[in-house]
């Protein structure tokens, strides 16, 4: 089931913002929006910005891919450099601390200044507090506009645990015994997962309470350094090694790379993205399958904490005139009625922003007909966030995460060990660290 814009809402929410508009926008105006999104997610993102132009006479919105998400931030840095920056551009979570620092020299025009000098509206109290927080200044106003945000689920084919009398399973013991089972019944790989810095150190660590780095996991100033080399997380990682050489985990790449051996039904539990929900429900065709909480380890916690965010927001850029950020301004309101943001999660698996779209999905039945489509809330809500849950705030990390993919794959083809991987990836972090904290 997916939701479809109802006509009298989108012709109400089109008043709305018309009235909203202030003077200075009555002209014609063009806004550039640079995005991440390929596919069908791409097809949607186009979607939003015919809709919009539909509604009004005044402005006109255009998307445009750029590549993947390191991709389209790189491109806009340099655009922006060369004086032809795109007025809108999406920027993945973990390139937060780099805008944020652009924003702090004059090239960020912040969310919240943009809504008050064009006379709209924006309530940041309608926005779950999970997903704001992450996207805010130390004063608590919104620099960026949440997007398509997502946090980690467990994939697991129902089917499969069904025909082999196995529960779901909520504790990393619990998923490789169930592992076991489904390896001598003749699965290949049962257990995988992809982004696995976001989903096995970040939000592993979030997961149990367990802090990244110093310094608020790098919210609280940039003189941070990395503490993920703690014996709790050295210990995951080395029992996921430990169960690849069982058998029971077999790497399938950075990203999303090992999605298809979950679709081909080869990975039977499969960590990553709760967004993947609508590829799966166009793909998957051979078996159930659904999405549970991400495992606990008992022997580090006794219940989960709360996971943190993942995808994307929107980063506005100065350099443009006065009526293209008022169609900016106007767009981005757009972009957060309750209407528009269930059809959003209801077809993709992103999180609503809004505590208003996620109730109309309440209302409209989707939780209901879709077992399982709201785990990925439950989690970003469970409990309130510590600061060690609250997310990760860290320069450079685009580049870190790189460099903790390459020492994970160290352990993943018995070139290191968990404690040897970690700890390098810890100092060679560190470094980066400090070249972005004397940079900024």
Same mark, same amino acid.
């Given at each position: ?103 702090? !020299?004059? #090239?960020?025009?912040?969310?919240? +200044?943009?809504?008050? /000098? %064009? @006379?709209? =509206? ?107 080399? !703690?014996? #709790?997380?050295?210990?995951?990682? +080395?029992?996921?090694? /430990? %169960? @690849?050489? =069982? ?109 208003? #779209? ?83």
């Amino acid at each position: 089931m997916t939701f479809r814009i109802l006509a009298a809402a989108s012709a109400a929410s089109a008043v709305a913002l018309s009235a909203a508009l202030p003077a200075f926008a009555q002209d014609r105006a063009e806004v550039d929006f640079w995005h991440a999104m390929g596919g069908q997610l791409g097809e949607r993102v186009d979607q939003f910005a015919s809709d919009f132009n539909a509604t009004q006479d005044s402005c006109t919105v255009t998307a445009v891919y750029q590549g993947n998400y390191t991709e389209t931030m790189t491109s806009a840095i340099a655009a922006f450099r060369a004086g032809e920056q795109p007025h809108i551009v999406q920027v993945f979570e973990v390139g937060t601390a780099t805008m944020m620092s652009a924003a702090d !020299n004059g #090239a960020i025009y912040p969310v919240h +200044q943009l809504m008050e /000098d %064009a @006379g709209i =509206e924006f309530d940041e109290a309608a926005y779950l507090p999970g997903v704001i927080s992450y996207y805010s200044d130390t004063d608590g106003n919104l620099l960026s506009l949440p997007f398509n945000s997502s946090t980690p689920v467990m994939w697991y084919n129902a089917t499969l645990l069904e025909e082999n009398g196995l529960d779901v399973p909520t504790t990393w013991d619990e998923v490789w015994a169930a592992a076991r089972v489904l390896r001598d019944a003749g699965v290949p790989s049962p257990v995988g997962f992809g982004w696995q810095s976001w989903t096995q150190i970040e939000n592993y660590s979030a997961w149990h309470d367990l802090p990244m780095g110093t310094q608020e996991n790098g919210f609280a100033g940039t003189d941070t350094e990395f503490t993920f080399n !703690n014996e #709790a997380v050295v210990n995951h990682i +080395q029992a996921i090694a /430990d %169960a @690849g050489e =069982e058998g029971l985990f077999t790497y399938g790449g950075r990203r999303g790379d090992s999605r298809g051996m979950f679709v081909n039904g080869e990975t039977a539990m499969w960590i990553n993205s709760s967004a993947y929900y609508g590829g799966f429900v166009n793909d998957i065709t051979e078996f159930e399958f659904s999405q549970a909480m991400m495992p606990l380890d008992t022997a580090v916690a006794d219940a989960p904490q709360n996971s943190i965010i993942g995808g994307a927001t929107l980063w506005v850029l100065r350099g443009g005139e006065e009526a293209e950020y008022a169609c900016t301004a106007q767009f981005l309101s757009f972009l957060s009625t309750a209407e528009q943001q269930a059809d959003w999660a209801g077809s993709t698996g992103y999180v609503p922003i809004t505590t208003a #779209a996620y109730e109309l999905m309440g209302e409209q039945g989707f939780f209901e007909e879709n077992p399982g489509t709201d785990v990925a809330i439950q989690q970003l809500t469970l409990n309130q966030p510590t600061p060690n849950s609250r997310g990760v705030r860290f320069g450079n990390f685009v580049q870190i995460r790189d460099v903790i993919n390459e020492e994970l794959e160290a352990v993943w083809s018995g070139d290191k060990t968990a404690q040897e991987a970690l700890d390098a990836a810890v100092e060679r972090g560190n470094e980066l660290l400090r070249r972005f904290e004397a940079a900024n």
